[in-house]
């Protein structure tokens, strides 16, 4: 964009200005594009942190007319330079709840050698700006720190106070970002209501939008080891018993077996809304499904996605067995992923797993622990309010309520107590999505767009009475 605004400079001069009228003819850059720009280059992975992106965007709240007091630099002690930064714009109710506008600014690793561009840099070509974080989420963390300091700059005094987080650590499920901030720094991030870009399905397939989802909800993890054990021997003597065996013939029990589906009231409103507009074969079921069809939910899980959707799911997916080529194995293990619907317990799950083994030789041990996080309600005011603000900008896109496999640090917000909504400004790629990828990259239209929608999000749900101010 910048190199478009100098050829026009340069052209006005060509054409018979003087110099000096090139100075003035030359386009600002957006505000938010600027910010995107200064983000991308600085290098937030996790050996680095986040503590110079914080003092980068400190600035210019500081230089737009925030008060010191109302921005502030929180760096996690035991590693200061995984820092996040606090900005607060005040409202005119101070007994209304607060919106907190929360987004993170670590990202994934990239190797130079791997891209076609500078992942370290804005690299502007055909439409597209390309840079690690441009999608995650560093697109989203300008376009929200454009919106305040916009708001700022037009004298806006919402009705509740507005806050915007930008944590560090969300990428590697660390202690310095969000949860740091739940933990030792409540008072500054305590909200009635969260909304946070990182999560959402904003969709764009084949040149159209298609979509938005806002996400209400996400899947859960848990990570469960099945081992077998046996007294071994050697292997010119094999016996029935054996450990591989024994493992192998549970983990095909589990490869047989389905989750009952069950579907919670994001995905019953999602699979109406989708269903309306589905031209497929599938239009029947999914609108079906709408209506809570579970009979429908199962002709669908053929496929893994709508599988996921409907039903908690448990995947066998690392074995370890055996210690000698010619001995009888003495223990087989095997990892178990499993991905829980909101409101299923790992106790739960793991009692299944166990009657579905059907062997009570086969210990079942967590590895990794659940974080249980409930659904935020997709509420008739919290759905119509953005939906206004989407089919404000984009008239008649439909938009309903979304669950996500998971995860963000929304899991953590509303396991904290606080409803918490995705609305990611960004159109992707339906079927070129390259967030952690590599040439990562947003369209630079759409990121534009994208501000645009992040601004009005944040003035209606500051808005006298938005949900979640009470
Ligand atoms: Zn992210």
Redesign the pocket.
Known sequence: MIRKHIAAACCALVLGGTPALAHEQLAPEPLAHAILRELLAIDTTLDKGTAGAVEALRVRFLAAGFDPADVTVVPYPAAPARANLVVRLRGTNPAARPLLYLT?LDVVPAKAADWTRPPFAMTEEAGWIYGRGTI??KGEDANVAAALIRLKGEHYRPARDVIAAFTAD??SQGAAGITFLLAQHRDLIDAGLVLNP?AGRAAFRKGRYESYGFETSEKTYVTFAAETANRGGHSSEPRPDNAIYDLSAALNRLAAYRFPARLTDTVKASYAALGAIETGPRKADMIAVGRGDLAAADRLSDDPNDNAAVRTTCVATQLQAGGAENALPQTARATIQCRLLPGDTPDQIRAQLATVFANPGVQITTVTPDRASPESPPSPAVWSTIRGVVQSLLPGLPVMPDMDAGG?DSTRTRAAGMPSYGVASLFDDIDDYRAHGRDERVNAERFALGGELTYRLVRAFSAPGAPGSQ
Do not use: A, L, P, Y
């Open positions: 993170h995650d989420m969300e990428e990182d963000s």
